[in-house]
T-cell receptor, first 114, second 113 residues
Framework: NAGVTQTPKFRVLKTGQSMTLLCAQD?????MYWYRQDPGMGLRLIHY???????AKGEVPDGYNVSRLKKQNFLLGLESAAPSQTSVYFC?????????????FGPGTRLTVT | QQQVKQSPQSLIVQKGGISIINCAYE??????FPWYQQFPGKGPALLIA?????SEKKEGRFTISFNKSAKQFSLHIMDSQPGDSATYFC????????????FGAGTRLAVHP
């Protein structure tokens, strides 16, 4: 099992450009999450999904959109990138929404917006 | 505002020493408190977790101490090893909250040989 994979690993964008980050999991997990990690701020939840075809906002959703057309994939989109979106983005998945179920994280995507 | 406050930001410990990282929370609805370990260039991975009905949980060299009345919990790493050098995040979530995690800011631990 590959677990949680993320594509791409690195990306540099110019302000105003758009891109999509892809997250895939092969554990048949129902729940998926997108976080951003910034120095001194830990990880903050952007959006999450409780199942195929569903999405919901997290702590910091502005400037991002998501889609979950297939259970195994969770896409994070930036329509018009801004320098404030320079960050490391992590996708995670969980078997259930019950708190005691472990979240499994991908290796991250480092995004720089110039 | 940060719902989970973590300290210190960085920590240097000698090999064999005890590493202690502290976290505090405000929301009494939180009922699950995991710690995640992150190595450079990797995603976080669950290290150990506790529920508020117990005051301590130990797994090998790692122990969580939990003080419900003070709304504080801490991670103790006994006999710290250079391989423990990583960033540690405390987190919290609540029942019925879709397993959404609220993370602390992280502590960068360096264990010197």
């Amino acid at each position: 099992n590959a677990g949680v994979t993320q594509t791409p690993k690195f990306r540099v964008l110019k302000t105003g450009q758009s891109m999509t980050l892809l997250c895939a999991q092969d554990m048949n997990h129902e729940y998926m999450y997108w976080y951003r990690q910034d120095p001194g701020m830990g990880l903050r939840l952007i959006h999450y999904s409780v199942g195929e075809g569903t999405t919901a906002k997290g702590e910091v959703p502005d400037g991002y959109n998501v889609s979950r057309l297939k259970k195994q994939n969770f896409l994070l989109g930036l329509e018009s990138a801004a320098p404030s979106q320079t960050s490391v983005y992590f996708c995670a998945s969980s078997y259930s929404g019950t708190a005691t179920y472990e979240q499994y994280f991908g290796p991250g995507t480092r995004l720089t917006v110039t | 505002q940060q719902q989970v406050k973590q300290s210190p930001q960085s920590l240097i410990v000698q090999k064999g020493g005890i590493s202690i990282i502290n976290c505090a929370y405000e929301n009494t609805a939180f009922d699950y408190f995991p710690w995640y370990q992150q190595f450079p260039g990797k995603g976080p991975a669950l290290l150990i977790a506790i529920r508020p009905d117990v005051s301590e949980k130990k797994e090998g060299r790692f122990t969580i101490s939990f003080n419900k009345s003070a709304k504080q919990f801490s991670l103790h790493i006994m006999d710290s090893q250079p391989g423990d050098s990583a960033t540690y995040f405390c987190a919290a979530s609540r029942a019925g909250g879709y397993n959404k995690l609220i993370f602390g800011a992280g502590t960068r631990l360096a264990v010197h040989p």
